[in-house]
């Protein structure tokens, strides 16, 4: 081979040349192209029959994609070679910015059925008529994490619905959680800093198990109630699918009169309420990133459509003046007791995206995009997201036309007189370009008092000043209301996430001092905390009013919500040559009648030879398929079988995961060996159950829809006082 430095020596080459070195093959899509031998010596596939022949974006027709223009066949690029310049220039400006919170997300189409109007209460055309869709987009996300971090970070998911309505978007950004940490945005950037990774050391990502978060927290009691909620399983759900959602203020609904009804809404998963464990979000995080991502995909790809129900609590005035909260304040919710959940609608997901960027990255959520009808509260953190939400389209977007871009784009008639920016793509057409005009039915659109927005008309009037208002100063009661309303097992876990995120925190003040508020919520969970800690009890934070005792409410627990049956879940089946043919048949065709799925798991890719010979294909090695990524797991082993993967150490973390877990475990009675060397053998309980042959399976799958068996995690709490 010719040094690299020698200089051609004419316009012919040495068989040793560099240049005859083989290059990279494209992907064989011989079916369509034909194929034709570049002057190197390559393989390139060129455009024929319906092909489209490939274009620079100015369309001109491009004759080679392999090589750029050069000097010489050895020699320097051209600057000519507008091909080159304009593929390279598109590339280096791919990237916008992330947003700056809710970066990591994912987003799919559906649709929005009216199920009962609320014709008596608003004018908004998307509540008049029963039985009309609207179509919908909507976005999931976490919060803190930047674009590529992982699905499973302990976290709030964002709840973002743009409802693409007759009378304009309505963009519905809710969270999964019905509360929010602060109380006035003017704290925003200062909880979001904390929350993110430190500036200086810029860890840890998508975590807020560090010494800034819990400074913040700890010296900002408003955020309690929404800390309990973020560090309940709520923060680590199984699946968007199965997660609730709520647009968390206080908003109005306005007839066509101008009278106003309070309402927050609320999204209801169809499948139930679901989360994973601390354990298994942190090995989910490693064996798959995009687990939720994923999940949304697949069940929509399959046809089983994501649905939640939408809720709307109504109240007047007279409740919200005897309530003992106040209705504006967002770190405060209204209880279902209190204010019962009118079920008025159905939204389903039933469209992947055709493109993420087009769709998930460019969708723009802004709060204040409502129709006529629904109006805003003066909850001051509303207020001030309306400002916030437009102001960060410009910057991730790039300019004002962000309206422009087919997902944001209205899918109503749009008439106004805003033109020109950055990427304008419809200008108004006509002389007019103002009003009022006296171009008569030429000069352009006109307001229209009756059917347009009008705000509601309320009477306010004050001292303008800085404050926080008296009626937002009970920070623990209802945090105390969410602890006591939880299930002992959910209890458990808020304990052990607090220690968890507090053992990662460096400073013992800040423990401390995040200790004094639980003190205030509730007894057990502080000295729980404490002993977890290895702290002495601190006395509790002074507070601003006394904790109240508020009745638990069932709606807030997840383990009480759970699903009707286990319709949505997936099952692993771990199985080896030889296992038996009428088990997994069995089994198959019993998790089809419950709506769930399973993947097949086998020792190698190929798959395995069953007990009758026939072959079934792995859907996953083992190596890749922990069983962390399924609900329930099944492992079918013949003798031989069960030898073999009883020493492999993929295999053994399968079952002890799935036990640790929690879950429910099936096995053929030749699989024991594999228990026996996981050491797990001897534990095995009424949630670990034999399938001896086919008629064990219908059982089997009957225990699954109860999900986990709590029982076995009780048992042990290593944070609790003995
Ligand atoms: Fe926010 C994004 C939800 C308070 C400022 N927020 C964002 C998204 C969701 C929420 C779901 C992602 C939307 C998407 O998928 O594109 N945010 C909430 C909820 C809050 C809340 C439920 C409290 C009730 N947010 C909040 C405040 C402010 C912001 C108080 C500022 C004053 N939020 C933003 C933002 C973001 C955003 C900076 C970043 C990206 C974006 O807007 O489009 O404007």
New binding site residues.
């Given amino acids: 081979m010719a040094p690299r430095n020698t200089p051609p020596s004419s316009g012919k080459k040495s068989a040793e040349s560099p240049k005859k070195a083989p290059r990279a093959v494209a992907p064989d899509f011989s079916d369509s192209y034909d194929e034709t031998q570049g002057e190197g010596g390559e393989t390139h596939q060129i455009a024929s029959g319906d092909v489209p022949t490939l274009t620079t974006q100015q369309g001109a027709p491009v004759a080679d994609d392999q090589n750029t223009l050069r000097i010489g066949d050895r020699g320097p690029a051209a600057l000519e070679d507008f091909h080159f310049r304009e593929k390279i220039f598109h590339f280096d400006h791919e990237r916008i910015p992330e947003?700056?919170?809710?970066?990591r997300?994912y987003?799919a189409h559906g649709f929005f059925e009216l199920t009962k109007s609320l014709s008596d209460v608003t004018r908004a055309d998307i509540f008049q008529r029963v039985g009309e869709r609207t179509p919908v987009f909507v976005?999931?996300?976490t919060?803190a994490g930047s674009k590529g971090s992982f699905d499973l970070a302990r976290d709030?998911?964002?709840?973002?619905v743009k409802l693409y309505t007759r009378e304009g978007n309505w963009d519905l950004?809710?969270?999964n959680?019905p509360?929010?940490?602060?109380q006035d945005?003017?704290?925003?950037?200062d909880?979001?800093h904390a929350a993110k990774p430190e500036p200086d050391r810029m860890f840890p990502q998508a975590q807020t198990a560090h010494d800034n978060f819990w400074d913040f927290i700890s010296l900002t009691p408003e955020s309690f109630h929404m800390i309990m909620w973020a560090m309940s399983d709520r923060a680590i759900p199984r699946s968007f699918r199965f997660m609730e959602g709520?647009?968390?203020?206080s908003f109005r609904l306005l007839d066509a009169d101008g009278r106003s009804t309070f309402v927050k809404f609320h999204w209801k998963p169809k499948l139930g309420l679901q989360s994973v464990l601390w354990n298994e979000a942190v090995k989910i995080n490693g064996a798959d990133p995009d687990f939720h991502r994923r999940d949304l995909w697949d069940a929509i790809s399959s046809g089983d459509f994501p649905e939640w129900e939408l809720g709307v609590q109504l109240f007047d005035e007279g409740f919200a003046d005897q309530f003992a909260f106040d209705v504006l304040d967002?770190t405060k919710l209204i209880p279902e007791e209190e204010v019962p959940v009118q079920i008025v609608g159905r939204l389903v997901l039933d469209r992947t995206v055709d493109n993420f960027f087009a769709e998930?990255e460019q969708?723009?959520?802004?709060?204040q995009n409502v129709p006529p009808g629904i109006d805003f509260s003066n909850d001051p953190?509303?207020q001030?997201?309306n400002?916030?939400?437009l102001?960060?389209?410009i910057k991730?977007l790039g300019g004002p036309n962000f309206t422009h871009i087919p997902i944001n784009a209205p899918k109503c008639p749009m008439a106004h007189f805003q033109q020109d920016g950055h990427m304008a793509m419809r200008n108004p057409v006509g002389r007019a370009n103002y009003e009022p005009n006296s171009w008569g039915a030429e000069g352009g659109p006109r307001e229209n008092p009756v059917t347009g927005f009008r705000s509601f008309e309320e009477p306010v009037e004050g001292t303008k000043r800085r404050l926080r208002p008296e009626s937002f100063a009970d920070h623990y009661s209802q945090a105390r209301q969410f602890f006591i309303s939880q299930t002992p097992i959910e209890q458990k876990h808020i304990g052990d996430a607090l220690v968890f995120e507090l053992s990662k925190v460096e400073r013992p003040d800040i423990r401390s001092r995040v200790v004094s508020h639980l003190m205030n919520i509730h007894d057990d969970l502080a000295d729980t905390v404490a002993n977890g800690l290895g702290l002495p009890l601190p006395d509790a934070a002074t507070a601003a009013r006394p904790t109240i005792h508020l009745e638990p409410s069932a709606a807030l627990s997840i383990v009480r919500n759970g699903p009707p049956d286990f319709g949505g879940r997936k099952v692993g089946i771990y199985l080896t040559d030889g296992a038996d043919a009428g088990v997994f048949a069995a089994l198959v065709k019993a998790i089809d009648k419950e709506k769930a799925v399973y993947e097949v798991i086998a020792p190698k890719i190929g798959g395995v030879t069953l007990s009758d010979g026939a072959k079934v294909a792995a859907k996953q090695k083992i190596d890749g398929a922990p069983s962390v990524l399924f609900d329930a797991v099944v492992i079918i082993a013949s003798a031989d079988g069960a030898a073999l993967i009883a020493k492999d150490a993929a295999s053994q973390d399968f079952v002890r995961d799935a036990f640790g877990h929690c879950k429910f475990i099936g096995y053929s009675p030749e699989a024991m060996p594999l228990f026996v060397k996981a050491g797990i053998a001897d534990d095995l309980d009424d949630g670990c159950m034999e399938i001896g042959s086919s008629n064990d399976v219908a059982g089997f799958v009957t225990a699954c829809r109860a999900l986990r068996n709590w029982n076995r995690e009780l048992k042990v709490d290593m944070d609790a006082r003995a």
């Fill in positions: 947003r700056v919170v809710h970066a997300g987003g976005r999931f996300s919060v709030v998911r964002g709840f973002a950004v809710g969270n959680i509360v929010f940490f602060i945005p003017i704290k925003f950037p909880l979001i709520f647009g968390v203020h967002s998930t969708v723009a959520f802004c709060t953190l509303l001030g997201r400002f916030s939400y102001d960060t389209q991730r």
